[in-house]
């Protein structure tokens, strides 16, 4: 079965601080993982993705993430956080032969002026 | 192009009334997907649909049914809607299921509340 953990509902930092939302998952096979991003009373929409190859992904508005094997993690980081990135940010995954995506609870980011 | 688009947006219905929620893309894409969003629960996914022609449960499909009505549509019916279904759903799609074909792409969503 697979599962995802997400720690911290709510993250808050300051206005050019470093970003990092966490994203551990559970799963017999290293599975294809995902961040989203949510804006208020809107749909989500992909920040990145990891499938194979190269392990650090880069993805929009800065954002990018690494996935660890050994820890089981694909945390979300940015270096230095802007206003307008403060939203609803939800990991996902899935098997490489599936078709079912499992969401994490998401953690909700504020930012400081 | 609409991309993935979700009809309505916003409805309130009493106990034990029924409802279908309408989801169209005109990506061609073949996997379909209804999610719904409660606070402090994530995204679950209640059916998909990865081809025309097929469908499948999820994680909560009890309550629900689901229509593959054709490669663009994919509706989400409600049969006796309770309190517990009230959320908000999504709708999603995404081209395949090959690595380079595994974006999802969301709809707007519904806003239902069951009173």
């Known amino acids: 079965a697979q599962s995802v953990t997400q720690l911290g509902s709510h993250v808050s930092v300051s206005e050019g601080a470093l970003v990092l939302l966490r994203c551990n998952y559970s799963s017999s096979v290293p599975p294809y993982l995902f961040w989203y991003v949510q804006y208020p009373n809107q749909g989500l929409q992909l920040l990145l993705k990891y499938t194979t190859g190269a392990t650090l992904v880069k993805g929009i508005n800065g954002f990018e993430a690494e996935f660890k094997k050994s820890e089981t993690s694909f945390h979300l980081t940015k270096p230095s956080a802007h206003m307008s990135d403060a939203a609803e940010y939800f990991c996902a995954v899935r098997r490489p032969t599936g078709n079912q995506f499992y969401f994490g609870t998401g953690t909700s980011l504020t930012v400081i002026p | 192009n609409a991309g993935v688009t979700q009809t309505p947006k916003f409805q309130v219905l009493k106990t034990g009334q029924s409802m279908t929620l309408q989801c169209a893309q005109d990506m061609n894409h073949n996997s379909m997907y209804w999610y719904r969003q409660d606070p402090g629960m994530g995204l679950r996914l209640i059916y998909y649909s990865a081809s025309e022609g097929t469908t499948d449960k999820g994680e909560v499909p009890n309550g629900y049914n689901v229509s593959r009505l054709n490669k663009r549509e994919f509706s989400l019916r409600l049969e006796s809607a309770a309190p517990s279904q009230t959320s908000v759903y999504f709708c999603?799609?995404?081209?395949?299921?090959?690595?380079?074909?595994?974006?999802?792409?969301f709809g707007p969503g519904t806003r239902l509340t069951v009173l």
């Open positions: 999603a799609s995404k081209p395949g299921l090959a690595p380079g074909r595994d974006t999802q792409y």
